[in-house]
């Protein structure tokens, strides 16, 4: 069997790399791109600082399936990610727990405060904001609309470009407030960077007998019937012309700033939820502890997507692109050996982990 896979990233890496290795079949992957690893493509700059060129990934999961499957390219780094925030010009915990509770308000307004929470929610739970706001007591009536207000409304609209009532509760649900003291941002057992980076991991796992790899190739110049099945991680509106219209996306743009200093932030992610018009600084250096008297930091900027303007990077969940993507959807299921997946081809939100279990279940499902 010859295969076609279409897009380097993590979805297409994983499937091509099943193939070649579990079936011994020959596979070519094309990327329009000038590079492997698709959104999660990093590099070493001159200053030897890994840079995350579309926005910073940060690999977490649970699935030991997964993390079996990665370990075999790589090792990572025990990285475990924290996010802060500029609330009233402090610096503090996200998401909001009782940390933060410590750091933003008075000691013995947040002793009274902690004190109701754990009479009200059990310890170590996350409440959606939204959900959160729905409190009868003054003081926590209180202190949800400080949450709402202060990390949640602000950020939401800057991060969407639409009032929170507009955003999908899928979305909101990602806001929690968190009853504890764990300051990370994920609980999942696994966690870190990949000590060469991601781009390397994908490097590895296309680097094959069966695989080629063909970058600056766009899937429309490639004969596809020369292939008996197609694996298309590129978007599916695009593969079926946009004859049902254009699935929206929100975009990122990131601009890159060198400062000739050591450090320019505490921490790899400070959150801007009420000030400036970008929503938040990364700055690299701190994910693979990179040495350098210069450090290299992105601000990042939300905006919608525009076709040939800016990438596309957040699927926007609606019910009405619901509606659109499932047109396309059906319109899949009358084409014979192509198979879509990835963030762009299911036109869904996932992280790496999540991409990489879905191509190794598609694997199980189509090819054994
Ligand atoms: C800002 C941001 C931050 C993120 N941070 C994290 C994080 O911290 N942790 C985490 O786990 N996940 C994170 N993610 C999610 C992560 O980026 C995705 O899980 C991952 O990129 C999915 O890989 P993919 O292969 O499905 O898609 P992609 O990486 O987008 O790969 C698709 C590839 O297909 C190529 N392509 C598209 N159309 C064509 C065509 N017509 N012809 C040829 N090639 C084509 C594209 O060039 C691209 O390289 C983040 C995502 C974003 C947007």
């Known amino acids: 069997m010859k295969n076609l896979v279409v897009g380097a990233g993590f979805s297409g890496a994983t499937i091509a790399n099943l193939i070649a290795t579990q079936l011994d079949e020959e596979v070519v992957i094309i990327d329009k791109k000038d590079h492997i ?38 090792d990572f780094n025990t ?19 009782f940390n933060t509770l410590y750091q933003v308000f008075p000691k013995t307004m947040a002793k009274n405060l902690e004190e109701k929470l754990l009479d009200n929610f059990a310890y170590n739970t996350k409440v959606p904001i939204l959900e959160f706001q729905k ?5 926590l009536k209180y202190l949800a609309n400080y949450v709402y207000e202060k990390i949640f409304l602000h950020y939401t609209t800057k991060q969407w470009g639409v009032p929170p009532k507009d955003v999908d509760g899928a979305v909101t649900a990602r806001v929690p407030v968190y009853l504890s003291k764990d300051n990370r941002y994920f609980q999942d057992k696994y966690q870190g960077i990949p000590l060469e980076g991601y781009t390397k991991v994908v490097e590895k796992m296309l680097d094959h007998k069966n695989i080629e790899v063909r970058l600056n190739t766009e899937f429309k110049d490639v004969d596809a019937s020369k292939f008996d099945r197609i694996f298309y991680t590129g978007p599916i509106d695009e593969y079926f012309n946009y004859k049902f219209g254009q699935l929206p996306y929100r975009s ?13 932030q505490s921490n790899a992610c400070v959150n801007y939820p009420c000030n400036y018009d970008f929503t938040r600084i990364h700055e ?17 900027y939300s905006e919608f997507f525009e076709l040939g303007k800016n990438e596309r990077y ?10 659109l993507y499932n047109k396309y959807l059906e319109e899949t299921k009358k084409l014979d050996n192509v198979y879509f997946l990835g963030r762009l081809g299911d036109y869904k939100y996932y992280d790496m982990d999540k991409a990489i279990l879905r191509a190794i279940e598609l694997f199980e499902e189509v090819c054994k």
């Open 135 to 139: 409190q009868d007591d003054d003081d």
């Open 37 to 74: 690893a698709g959104n999660c493509f990093d590099y070493r700059d001159e200053n030897g600082i890994m840079i995350h060129k579309y926005g910073s990934h940060i690999f977490h999961t649970k699935s030991e399936k997964v993390w079996a499957y990665l370990k075999q390219f790589t």
């Open 79 to 97: 990285y475990m990610h924290k996010v802060v925030g500029y609330l009233d010009g402090i610096e503090a915990q996200i998401p909001f727990n």
């Open 314 to 323: 957040y699927p926007i969940p609606k019910d009405e692109n619901t509606v």
């Open 284 to 300: 690299y250096k701190y994910y693979l502890g990179d040495k350098s008297e210069k450090t290299v930091i992105a601000k990042e």
């Open 252 to 264: 990122v743009n990131f601009k890159f700033e060198t400062h000739n200093k050591e450090y320019y």
